[in-house]
């Protein structure tokens, strides 16, 4: 199945923590001066475009990112991505969104090298379109796991790895397990994250589950619910699952999830989780 676009999509709650997030862990990355490798197994299209037909469809956009824009105070970390977006477009206006790509290439410095996956026939030539300088970013049509166990250990040594599918297949959940397995044994010192939906409280604790079943150490739980997680209304939240995460991240994260819920959250059942799966 390859019917998921993630255009749809662009902007929302689930979005946001995840690029904030993503945004933390490249500040930690660029603090020290040796390069990083960053693999994005399903990487859409780099950026999107919100007058397009399919983001208006919906506006998920304007109860996730414009809600942020709109506000003049926000905690730091929150603070820097929404800068990150408004440096993408003209002032005082909201027209691009950018994907992990394009959030990983913001912090991106010379000697750091990207490589994307994307596997969608029509999303791949365009990821491939925005970034033409295979110096800065390997571009590959093809199945964003296999890269994990092809691209480890990096030759940089110090690395960040992005799986987020769209879990439209059910297997997704296992395999990005795996792939997160994989990776570790491969590169231990590199730092996963998996993004997930909240469709139900169990399926997002059977992820969880298994995540932990795996005994990797140092993995902590990020969650943003904007409603029940078990409300019949389709993506109720969505977490990430952080192994090797900064060690400022979850200190950060407990200060910000707070005023996220108040913004992003649709009453009173919006709540937020940071924790640990498996301590150091």
Request: with cysteine; charged share 20%; hydrophobic share 40%.
């Amino acid at each position: 199945m390859l019917s998921y676009r993630h255009i749809y999509h662009a902007g929302n709650h689930a979005d946001i923590l995840k690029h904030v997030i993503v945004s933390q862990i490249c500040q930690h990355l660029i603090k020290k001066e040796a390069p990083f490798f960053y693999l994005d197994t399903h990487a859409g299209i780099g950026e999107y475009p919100l007058s397009s037909t399919q983001a208006q469809k919906n506006k998920e956009f304007e109860s996730g990112i414009a809600k942020l824009i709109a506000e003049s105070t926000l905690p730091e970390p929150i603070a820097e991505f929404v800068q990150l977006v408004q440096s993408m477009n003209p002032p005082n206006e909201l027209l691009t969104y950018p994907g992990s790509p394009k959030v990983v290439s913001y912090y991106q410095r010379l000697k750091d090298k990207l490589h994307l996956c994307e596997l969608h026939p029509s999303d791949f030539p365009v990821l491939a379109a925005l970034f033409p300088n295979k110096r800065k970013a390997n571009v590959q049509k093809g199945d964003g796991f296999a890269a994990v166990r092809a691209m480890l250990p990096p030759p940089q040594k110090r690395g960040f790895v992005l799986m987020d599918p769209p879990y439209e297949v059910k297997k997704d959940y296992q395999t990005v397990v795996n792939a997160l397995s994989d990776g570790y044994k491969r590169f231990p010192t590199g730092t996963y994250a998996i993004w997930y939906p909240v469709l139900s409280r169990q399926q997002a604790n059977n992820l969880i589950s298994s995540v932990k079943s795996t005994g990797i150490r140092n993995t902590l739980l990020v969650e943003l619910l904007i409603r029940d997680a078990d409300a019949d209304k389709g993506m109720n939240g969505s977490g990430m699952i952080i192994t090797n995460p900064p060690w400022t991240l979850e200190t950060e994260a407990a200060q910000y999830l707070p005023i996220l819920t108040s913004l992003l959250g649709e009453g009173s059942a919006a709540s937020f989780q940071v924790r640990w799966i498996t301590p150091e």
